[in-house]
Nanobody, 124 residues
Framework: QVQLVESGGGLVQAGGSLRLSCAAS????????MGWFRQAPGKEREFVAA????????YYTAPVKGRFTVSRDNAKNTVYLQMNSLKLEDTAVYYC?????????????????WGQGTQVTVSS
């Protein structure tokens, strides 16, 4: 069982930055690809970004490309989501997730473990 704990959310003005962190309990962290998803009120949970086990491969949804960066530190069992140039539409609860799969990292159903989420609110 992998436990994931997100942190780093908060309130930020449009154009600002936040860095989310997700700490994993699993010692074999490198067995897992990691993903970030978000869910805005009244909307489905959607894919944001993912990173493979080594950190060499990253994936992003189009609306965040060039603004968000996903990275991981396997020595610390932690994955990060650096969010720059934040927009009002980035407001959501952000979740990290873990999977041993190597493909389909943009699908919710690929992931076996989820964190509790952290709120990101972007104000005008």
């Amino acid at each position: 069982q992998v436990q994931l704990v997100e942190s780093g959310g908060g309130l930020v003005q449009a154009g600002g930055s936040l860095r989310l962190s997700c700490a994993a309990s699993e010692r074999a962290f490198t067995n897992y690809a990691m993903g970030w998803f978000r869910q805005a009120p009244g909307k489905e949970r959607e894919f944001v970004a993912a990173i493979n086990w080594s950190g060499r491969l990253t994936y992003y949804t189009a609306p965040v490309k060039g603004r968000f960066t996903v990275s991981r530190d396997n020595a610390k069992n932690t994955v990060y989501l650096q969010m720059n140039s934040l927009k009002l539409e980035d407001t959501a609860v952000y979740y990290c997730a873990a999977t041993q799969a190597a493909y389909g990292l943009d699908y919710r159903s690929t992931y076996d473990y989820w964190g509790q989420g952290t709120q990101v609110t972007v104000s005008s």
